[in-house]
């Protein structure tokens, strides 16, 4: 009896032992791993790159819109084939584009170290809404520049860059908003990228910045802009004749000096006042220039006009918490500028000149034109003081309302003005030279006036509706008014398929719809 239980009692001791050991040798369940961890430093959204001690957010969004009447985005149909009314225009165009954003932020003994960028896939109606052949497929001379629009085709496409830049230690490197642009940009409440009457740069341009922050919310900005793919409209050069809405030809020079911008700004509770100040250098290639500012032989030894400075300045103001709702505010800019017209005249992307038709009771008459030449300057040999500087000066604003967390409105509207110096019957100012090359050679009415001077205005409102967190539909009805100068009527040859005939000038206005859907990530 005590073999057997001794036998018993030594077999389980064995088995014991055996199971000891088979669990050692058992993989033991290892502590998660944290590969994502939030990043609570820069607000939400924000985690940090695993294995490095660098946030980073990833955001952005899809939009998809359509314009009625007008070009990609809100355009009003104010030039080209929508401001003919010509059967080459496209009735309705549409755009659908992801905007991708990256924001990277490290904590360092200097302070933050930012990168931020932002690429936008997106596909357009194809050359951004006309089918004119000659827009498609210019002539080789005096070709225009390639158009993003072009590569719509079928499964096409473009990537447009935005924002690119680092920050470190107050100064800002890369692709941004200059510091002249107000903190709104041109969107002081409407969808559409085309709202004149100030300075625009949500596109951003590549500068230098440093911001100083004085406390209680009021800092100063300095920065140097590249000026030569946004900042410019045109130098004219008189001396090579005028088309049927023109006076000469486009012959700014190259880059010989950066924007040099700055701004002081107060943001509290109640809103923001921003002032701001440009300086802009303009420069001219030469006095003699072949059609269409084509440089030729004689070009180099005709000498040139010496550089002249011009500028601008911008006072914004915005004005929250208003007792018409939660939310509800009011934003205004007004701006002057002096050789620096895009600070007036300006969109998100270029800065566009105007010629527009329309119908006419004038007896005779084939219809109506309205235009307005947008330049920076005006030259030609023989000018004793060089280079003649173009005045310009606009308001824009909106009031935004909120009806419930849910539906919210914006009416907004701007005016605007260009001015070429001078009188009509002195040859030596701006505007007395520009009418002299534009009336050259023309057969014009008994009452005919000539006035290079325009000014503009746009009027409209937006409704949206947010039916879920970040996710808007819209809806915006826009009016655009120009309000030309020159007077009687003149036998004209308008860009085909326009006739040869008689045109009275004549005021001119058009009316869009956009309608869009918005996901923001």
Not at 96 to 115: K, N, P, W
Not at 178 to 184: E, I, K, L
Not at 324 to 352: E, L, M, R
Not at 458 to 481: D, H, I
Request: hydrophobic share 35%; net charge neutral; glycine share 14%.
């Amino acid at each position: 009896m005590k073999m057997v239980k001794s036998l018993i009692l030594g077999s389980a001791a064995g088995l014991i032992a055996m199971s000891g050991a088979q669990a050692a040798d058992l993989p033991v369940k290892a502590k998660a791993v944290e590969y994502v961890r939030i990043c609570s430093l820069y607000g939400a959204g924000f985690w940090y790159i695993p294995g490095t001690d660098t946030c980073i957010k990833l955001g952005g969004y899809v939009r998809i819109d359509t314009t009625f009447n007008g070009s990609t985005y809100g355009g009003p149909a104010w030039s080209g084939d929508l401001g003919q009314g010509n059967r080459y225009r496209d009735y309705f165009v549409s755009r659908s584009r992801m905007a991708l954003t990256v924001d990277t932020r490290t904590a360092t003994e200097y302070g933050v170290v930012r990168t931020f960028g932002q690429g936008d896939f997106q596909f357009d109606n194809f050359n951004n809404g006309t089918r004119n052949p000659n827009s498609v497929t210019p002539p080789p001379a005096g070709a225009p520049a390639f158009n993003s629009t072009q590569l719509s085709t079928a499964g096409g496409g473009y990537v447009a860059v935005e924002m690119v830049f680092i920050q470190f230690a107050g100064f800002t490197f890369g692709k941004s908003a200059s510091a002249y642009a107000t903190p709104w940009n041109g969107y002081p409440g409407n969808n559409n990228s085309f709202l004149m009457g100030g300075p625009d740069y949500v596109t951003g341009v590549n500068n230098i910045q440093y911001t100083a922050q004085f406390g209680n919310g009021v800092s100063a900005t300095i920065g140097l802009d590249d000026p030569t793919v946004f900042n410019r409209t045109s130098v004219l050069n008189l001396s090579t004749g005028g088309g049927f809405a023109t006076a000469g030809s486009n012959a700014y020079g190259g880059t010989h000096v950066p924007d040099i911008v700055g701004n002081l700004r107060v943001d509290q509770a109640w809103g923001l006042f921003q002032i701001s100040g440009m300086l802009h250098n303009v420069t001219a290639s030469y006095n003699t220039l072949g059609a269409g500012g084509v440089p030729n032989n004689l070009s180099e030894i005709s000498g040139h006009p010496e550089d002249k400075w011009g500028g601008a300045v911008t006072a914004a103001l915005q004005i929250k918490n208003l007792p018409t709702g939660a939310g509800d505010d009011f934003k205004i800019d007004a701006t002057y500028s002096h050789g620096a017209t895009k600070a007036v005249v300006s969109t998100s992307s270029g800065s566009p000149s105007f010629v527009m038709f329309g119908s006419t009771g004038l007896a005779g008459g084939y219809q109506s034109v309205g235009f307005g030449q947008t330049a920076d300057a005006v030259y030609r040999p023989g000018f004793t003081d060089g280079i003649k500087l173009v005045d310009a000066w606009g308001v824009r604003g909106a009031f935004n309302h909120n009806w419930d967390p849910y539906w919210s409105t914006s009416l907004w509207g701007s005016y605007g003005s260009v001015r070429y110096g001078g009188s009509v019957l002195d040859g030596t100012s701006a505007k007395g030279a520009w009418c002299a090359v534009y009336t050259a050679g023309k057969a014009v009415s008994a009452n005919y006036s000539c006035n290079p001077d325009f000014n503009f205005a746009q009027v409209g409102v937006v409704t949206r509706w947010t039916p879920v967190k970040n996710l808007t539909f819209s809806a915006e009805v826009g009016a655009f008014f120009l309000d030309q100068k020159m007077g009687g009527s003149a036998t004209l040859t308008p860009t085909a398929p326009k006739p040869t005939a008689v045109y009275e000038f004549k005021d001119q206005s058009t009316v869009f719809l956009n309608v869009r859907a918005q996901r923001n990530f």
